[in-house]
Every structure is written in C-alpha cells, then in structure tokens.
C-alpha cells in the first residue's frame, strides 16, 4: 500500500525534470548576474571581474538637453569607482525578470532601482548580453537607462 502512494509523487517528480533542465541555463544566467551585484555591495572587484568576459563593455543611454546618445564607460573605470565608493552601494533588482537563452547566448532584462550610501540616486533598466564559455556564463555587455523618476510598485 505505501508504494501506491509514492507512485503518485515518482510520478510527478520525473515530470518535473524537463522543467528543471529547461531553466537550468536561465538560473544559471540569473546567477552570474546575480554575482555581479553581491560582488557591488561588497566592493569585490576580483568577484565582479570573475563575471565579466575580458572584451566585455558597459554602455549606457543618455538624454543631454533632449539629445541622446549612448556612453561607454570601461571596465577598469567601473571597478575602480566600485572599489573607491566612500558609501554602500546597493543595486536592487527583482527576483524573478527575463531571461532569454540560445545556445551560448543569453539576453536579461534587468529593471533596477541604485542606491549609494542608502539613498535613492536613480533607477533604470540594465540590458545583459552573456557568452557561456568553458568557466560559466560571462557578461559581454551591460547597457543600461538611467533616470531620477521612476515607477514603482
């Protein structure tokens, strides 16, 4: 009698696994991107560059007086303004957001809300481009929208 009762659940568990190994490479995206951020907050620059392909960009769109344009900031720009931030930085993103996975490709659309020293300083979008190479997931470029007023739930 008890094994017709775990039958049931056997069952629903080996249902399960191709769901599980369909979100596998998106977590696993999550999770690079994930680092990145922990590795912000705790000012790691090792940790940040551990996420980071060595050719990756950061860019971001700007809107001067009406114009707009897209800035690149580099790297080692980021991971020293990072590293030398007097305050707590605090980039908050949502648990769950898409994520889009083809091969060794991967695109996150990432809405984020940025915080220095736990003030609001500015909110945005942050859009990911990954490369799954031999030692994981590796961001290629991040380019992201920054702006003051932003909707909130």
Excluded at 85 to 114: K, N, S, T
Excluded at 144 to 149: A, G, W
């Amino acid at each position: 009698m008890p094994a017709m009762r775990l039958a049931p659940l056997a069952l629903a568990a080996l249902l399960a696994l191709p769901v599980a190994a369909q979100n596998a490479p998106e977590a696993a995206v999550q999770a690079t991107i994930t680092q990145l951020f922990d590795g912000m907050r705790a000012k790691d620059t090792t940790a940040i560059r551990a996420t980071m392909h060595p050719e990756a960009r950061l860019m971001t769109t700007v809107n001067r007086d009406g114009q707009r344009a897209v800035q690149e900031s580099p790297i080692s720009q980021f991971l020293a303004s990072v590293a030398g931030a007097p305050v707590e930085l605090d980039e908050q993103i949502p648990d769950d957001y898409p994520v889009m996975v083809d091969d060794g490709l991967a695109v996150a659309w990432v809405p984020y809300e940025f915080y220095a020293g736990g003030q609001f300083s500015h909110c945005g979008t942050n859009a990911f481009l990954l490369a799954l190479g031999e030692s994981g997931w590796q961001v290629v470029q991040i380019m992201d929208t920054r702006r003051r007023e932003c909707d909130t739930e």
